[in-house]
């Protein structure tokens, strides 16, 4: 979809997700948005849209009629996804000079316009000024857009459509900016309106309705999180967060925020109100349930990803960071659950690369011994996400010379080379990706560690060097991984120093003697198959 200031043409399709959408031609495709057309649209539709065996009538997209009882936003913003696709393939055919196509789908443009103003003004209790002038620029040059596609069927004069066409293309640019332009106030008008709710009702009912509204929207994408940032969404679900009265609807509140402060807006609203200090007194408050911890949790882990490139103004975090990340200790080490668990060593995860104290302040806590205690109970530690999340902080710590002996304590090298062999069961892409990168971060804690003639040892003892070799060489082991291997090079290299007697002279030749860059293009190119 289009906003206001940006290339409408080339930003048409609408952040929507889970849309739920069906193939079907033309009259069945009629039958379904007879449910949403007012009496006079669906005239138009029989009146304009052609009979056609074109292939792409079967790929015309229509909202489900086993959604019609959604809410009316979710069916506005299912609607404008629809509108904005339309116009991104009117922008597609028009390139092809299919006129006929166009002037269908313009049709079919307007009247989802139409109808999504009709409905959206049905349901909404209030609507601006600028707003009802918005809707009667789209609406006016919508019926433009059609009289025009319709006049550019009546003749076949080539140079005569050659001419039309930048007039089309203009038009067409312009109905994008007032429907993005449209949405976008819509969107704000809602957020404003659950806002309000949320800041001036006293029912907890009307409360948790709005919340739970409002983390909806925070679900279609990050403009929306924009949006309701820039209207003052932080501030006032840590208001929320700050009335004891509110208790019950913590978790909901906290999980709002994480998703909004995905966005800089957010982060920035964050650090304004004490964000940091609320999330801390939060979550060393023993009174709050574990549920109310883990969502806390959750916007530790949002607010310190090393994704985020807007982290450097959160001055008040390393302030706040001991009480921080011995509560996060405190709720792995209890945590009744896989989720729990995974949302807390996120949080911790993230925070040893924002910053290096942290990983002091863990050894001084004993966290290794905990998050190792915790991978030997499957019940906790049960998805290769959280195993990802244990071998970043011990890749993170493995930095610091005093880590290495309580590895060793802790069974922590036997844990590595069980990570070593991890394997995505399901065939889920994430799930893979996220096993490459407990295999990656395996090897890395293992070259780093094995600096220690202890932790070498052991590993050696282990049959580390084997893995590492097979991992190596075989890039399915590694699900062709490159990151996987250069890891395990470095790794293999490190131990080899240890004990050289542990690979025969070919691996020695081939992985250890060579520069590593060419190690690493010796096994990629085993990748290659010459049939």
């Not at 060489?473 to 590694?478: A, G, I, L, V, Y």
Request: net charge negative; charged share 20%; with cysteine.
């Amino acid at each position: 979809m289009a906003f206001k200031g940006e290339d409408h043409l080339d930003s048409l399709s609408f952040p929507v997700q889970r849309m739920h959408l069906i193939q079907v031609d033309s009259v069945q495709r009629w039958m379904e948005d007879l449910k949403l057309m007012t009496d006079c649209e669906c005239m138009c539709i029989l009146q304009s849209k052609p009979i056609s065996i074109e292939k792409d009538e079967q790929n015309e997209l229509i909202l489900s009629s086993q959604y019609s009882t959604c809410d009316n936003l979710q069916l506005l913003l299912k609607r404008a996804w629809i509108i904005s696709t339309e116009l991104t393939r009117i922008a597609q055919k028009l390139e092809k000079n299919r006129w006929q196509r166009v002037h269908s789908m313009t049709v079919r443009v307007n009247c989802h316009v139409h109808s999504m103003i009709n409905e959206y003004n049905t349901s909404s209790r209030s609507s601006s000024e600028e707003m009802h002038q918005l809707e009667k620029l789209l609406i006016d040059k919508c019926s433009e857009f059609t009289a025009f596609t319709e006049r550019c069927l009546q003749t076949e004069d080539e140079e005569i459509l050659k001419s039309m066409k930048s007039c089309v293309n203009e038009t067409l640019t312009t109905v994008a900016q007032y429907f993005g332009q449209l949405i976008e106030l819509v969107l704000t008008q809602e957020a404003q309106n659950l806002l309000r709710q949320i800041e001036l009702s006293g029912s907890l009912y009307v409360t948790e309705s709005a919340i739970s509204s409002l983390f909806s929207l925070t679900q279609e994408g990050a403009h929306l999180c924009r949006i309701i940032a820039k209207e003052g969404g932080v501030v006032v679900l840590f208001k929320i967060c700050r009335q004891d009265c509110f208790r019950c609807l913590y978790p909901q509140t906290l999980r709002t925020l994480a998703s909004i402060c995905c966005v800089e807006e957010g982060m920035h609203q964050l650090e304004k109100v004490d964000g940091i200090l609320c999330l801390a007194d939060i979550l060393t408050d023993t009174s709050h349930s574990e549920a109310t911890h883990a969502e806390a949790a959750a916007v530790i882990a949002q607010i310190t990803s090393p994704h985020l490139t807007f982290t450097q103004h959160l001055s008040s975090f390393l302030e706040n960071m001991e009480e921080i990340v011995t509560a996060l200790v405190k709720l792995c080490q209890e945590a009744s659950s896989g989720e729990v668990f995974l949302l807390a060593s996120a949080a911790l995860a993230n925070i040893t690369f924002f910053d290096t104290m942290a990983c002091e302040i863990l050894l001084q806590l004993n966290a290794m011994k905990i998050l190792l205690a915790a991978c030997s109970d499957k019940h906790i530690v049960d998805t290769p996400y959280s195993r990802d999340q244990v071998v970043t902080i011990m890749a993170n710590m493995s930095v610091l010379d005093q880590c290495a002996s309580e590895i060793i304590q802790g069974n922590g090298v036997q844990l590595l080379m069980e990570m070593l062999f991890e394997k995505s069961s399901s065939g889920n892409p994430a799930e893979a990706v996220a096993c490459e990168r407990v295999q990656q971060k395996s090897a890395v804690t293992l070259a780093r560690l094995s600096r220690d003639p202890e932790v070498a040892e052991a590993a050696v003892k282990l049959s580390c060097i084997p893995r590492l070799i097979k991992l190596c060489r075989s890039p399915t082991e590694r699900n062709n991984s490159d990151s996987v291997l250069v890891a395990c090079l470095a790794a293999l290299r490190r131990l080899a120093v240890m004990s050289p007697d542990g690979l025969e002279d070919s691996d020695f030749q081939q992985l250890v003697k060579p520069r590593l860059v060419d190690s690493f293009l010796l096994c990629t190119n085993m990748e290659e198959s010459f049939v």
